[in-house]
């Protein structure tokens, strides 16, 4: 019986080079993902509350499980990601609860004050018991409004309406306008006096 030993030693070093370059290759791309300003937040932080104020009022908490910060690095904007979701809670002017806001996920633009919420949008009026739904919400700090260029469902007491198109409104959900809007609403008959 013969062994072929010089063919198997010549496969072990192919063997053992193949293994060093796919190795190489992973700790490149772990080294890549560290060097990449997007993957790696400068501060992480867990069970956050964020409280927004006006003039000494509180106007604004949000609380979230998870927030992420990437600061300015070469041309990205900073930005701090909320990757599991938030719940923002809106105040008015004597304190109480006007209106909620929860979504799976969110993204505040730091620069711009722009919050750009996402994955199943819930905007509660608790004054006004009207609450609105959709996929892509867009809240402005500075202006005070939140919008979108996505289907919207608004409830009310008397029906429900359907953006098609998106909708705009003020950051509490108390003065808003649909765009592209159907649905069935609740109309009270006119009565009329037939005695004269």
């Given at each position: ?39 790696m937040p ?56 006007e209106s909620t806001l ?95």
């Open positions: 019986m013969k062994l072929k030993i010089p063919t198997v030693v010549s496969f072990i070093p192919l063997i053992v080079g193949m293994a060093l370059i796919f190795s190489c290759r992973r700790d490149i791309e772990k080294v890549s993902k560290l060097d990449n300003p997007d993957s400068a501060a992480h932080a867990t069970q956050v509350v964020i409280i927004i104020s006006d003039s000494m009022l509180v106007r604004v908490k949000i609380v979230s499980p998870e927030l992420k910060e990437f600061p300015v690095a070469d041309s990205l904007e900073p930005k701090t990601e909320f990757p599991q979701g938030l719940v923002a809670t809106f105040f008015d002017k004597s304190m109480q609860v929860v979504a799976g996920y969110a993204i505040y633009h730091t620069k711009r004050k722009l919050f750009e919420a996402s994955k199943d949008v819930v905007i509660k009026n608790l004054t006004q018991d009207q609450e609105l739904h959709t996929n892509m919400l867009w809240w402005d700090e500075s202006a005070g409004k939140i919008w979108s260029d996505q289907a919207a469902t608004i409830i009310t007491a008397s029906g429900t309406t359907y953006g098609d198109s998106g909708f705009e409104s003020d950051q509490n959900f108390t003065k808003y306008s649909i765009l592209g809007s159907h649905g069935q609403m609740k109309v009270k008959d006119k009565v009329t006096d037939t005695k004269k």
